[in-house]
């Protein structure tokens, strides 16, 4: 009896071991080819002679060719500056492709950053969504719930969102945890008093407290992602300041 016992539990163990090694993996093989694409598309600028006046805010640059070269779904370039989130946002014909398959078409639980499909693809809706998982390893927007903590949202309070037509800076007002079905998936056709209530709840509802201002005239990106709870989500919401830049 002890023996059987015993070859059970080596058998438990030995499946749990190699369950274990196959997420290691496919998270190794997602975290690498997201590696390889920064490499290529992400242009390094170039070094300024110092000088005495203040450095210009230059925007991330990205090689939007190469990047629809490999995926033409590609829509935009997302870069957080506080933490370590640079990754391609692609946009596909319905919201379950990208769940499962990368930006390079390869089925791999990291999936991709991806747009929400109805969503206008120059960004020009009054709240874009933007997906992506919620890695243990941290990759695609593992690191988001960091805002939860104010010394991580005072280290920049700001965002990139890099298009093939300009980029645009975005100042996040809101962090929060929301339901999966809750009101801050709620899109609009055109800015109005109701857009306005939606900004005015979302501002209500942050985490972390801040002094943006946000309008109906604002055009907004929540970007949202698990929690490890399936019935909630966590959300972190950011306006487009006016500047583009090239």
């Known amino acids: 009896m002890r023996t059987v016992v015993l070859i059970l539990c080596v058998g438990v163990f030995l ?8 997420i290691y993996m496919e998270y190794k093989k997602g975290s690498d080819e997201y590696d390889a694409i920064k490499d290529v598309a992400v242009i390094e600028p170039a070094q300024e002679e110092e000088t005495e006046d203040e450095p210009q805010l ?5 090689d939007f060719e190469a990047l629809q070269a490999t995926n033409p779904d590609v829509v935009g370039w997302l870069e957080l500056e506080a933490i370590d989130i640079s990754y391609p946002i692609v946009k596909g014909k319905d919201n379950d492709k990208y769940l499962h398959y990368t ?3 390869k089925k791999n639980a990291a999936g991709a950053i991806f747009m929400e499909s109805t969503n206008k693809s120059d960004f020009s809706d009054c709240n874009t969504i933007i997906y992506g998982h919620n890695m243990k390893n941290g990759s695609m927007f593992g690191k988001l719930k960091k805002f939860q903590r104010e010394d991580v949202y005072s280290v920049s309070p700001y965002l990139w969102i890099c298009t093939p037509d300009g980029s645009y800076r975005y100042e996040i007002f809101s962090y929060h945890t929301t339901s999966a079905t809750g009101d801050t998936y709620t899109l609009f056709s055109a800015p109005g008093q109701e857009f306005q209530q939606y900004l ?3 501002k209500g509802a942050s985490e972390i407290d801040n002094e943006v201002q946000v309008s ?3 055009k907004i990106v929540t970007l949202s992602t ?7 989500r966590c959300a972190l919401q950011a306006k487009r300041r006016p500047e583009v830049y090239k």
């Open 15 to 22: 499946f749990s071991a190699y369950q274990l090694l196959h």
């Open 58 to 62: 230059q925007a991330p640059q990205i």
């Open 103 to 105: 930006f390079e078409g």
């Open 200 to 202: 005015e709840k979302m």
């Open 216 to 218: 109906q005239s604002d």
């Open 226 to 232: 698990c929690t490890g709870n399936e019935k909630t």
